[in-house]
T-cell receptor, first 116, second 112 residues
Framework: DAGVIQSPRHEVTEMGQEVTLRCKPI?????LFWYRQTMMRGLELLIY????????DSGMPEDRFSAKMPNASFSTLKIQPSEPRDSAVYFC??????????????FGPGTRLLVL | DAKTTQPPSMDCAEGRAANLPCNHS???????VYWYRQIHSQGPQYIIH?????ETNEMASLIITEDRKSSTLILPHATLRDTAVYYC?????????????WGLGTSLAVNP
């Protein structure tokens, strides 16, 4: 398996522009996670899906952020409009999601976002 | 979910054992202790996890105290490639009940 795939790997945009990050989870995994990582705040869980349904989006910073999972093999995280403080590394992770207590997560390589 | 506490940084000599501590005094009975590491500019990588018993795999050993309020990740023979940030998290997740809190981890520097 190719692992979790994220695109783009790097994104540079100007403030106010729309940014769309993409993720393909590992085939057969039922849970998908979006994280944001900054030096100041570390790794923060933004939202997670189970069986394509958003379960907890309490980590999403504000209404400018939205995430979708239209099918089991694809998810997007959208920022509209983007702001400089959104600059961070965004990781997508997936896990099997149905094995009871505890889950091993497999992370993608991340998308490095810079908003000017 | 339990919050974990780790020292911000540690040093270790190459070839020696690296012992990384983690406090999780509020951990509940159904929460597993998970360890991940993140090598610079890469996504976090799973290392090991456990509930009550000590665990060992090809990467590391995990020692969990009897009261489960703390644990130690042991890298038996650290190499330069083990230089990374190590995260300890408590995870009681299952399907629709998942809360994961990642701290800032411990930055381990393995020195030649």
């Amino acid at each position: 398996d190719a692992g979790v795939i994220q695109s783009p790997r790097h994104e540079v945009t100007e403030m106010g522009q729309e940014v769309t990050l993409r993720c393909k989870p590992i085939s057969g995994h039922n849970s998908l996670f979006w994280y944001r990582q900054t030096m100041m705040r570390g790794l923060e869980l933004l939202i997670y899906f189970n069986n394509n349904v958003p379960i907890d989006d309490s980590g999403m910073p504000e209404d400018r952020f939205s995430a979708k999972m239209p099918n089991a093999s694809f998810s997007t995280l959208k920022i509209q409009p983007s702001e400089p403080r959104d600059s961070a590394v965004y990781f997508c992770a997936s896990s099997l999601g149905d094995r009871g207590q505890g889950e091993t997560q497999y992370f993608g390589p991340g998308t490095r976002l810079l908003v000017l | 979910d339990a919050k974990t506490t780790q020292p911000p940084s540690m040093d270790c000599a190459e070839g020696r054992a690296a012992n990384l501590p983690c406090n999780h005094s509020t951990i509940s009975g159904n929460e597993y202790v998970y360890w991940y590491r993140q090598i610079h500019s890469q996504g976090p990588q799973y290392i090991i996890h456990g509930l009550k018993n000590n665990e060992t795999n090809e990467m590391a050993s995990l020692i969990i105290t009897e009261d489960r309020k703390s644990s130690t990740l042991i890298l038996p023979h650290a190499t330069l490639r083990d230089t990374a940030v190590y995260y300890c998290i408590a995870d009681a997740s299952a399907g629709n009940n998942r809360k994961l809190i990642w701290g800032l981890g411990t930055s381990l520097a393995v020195n030649p």
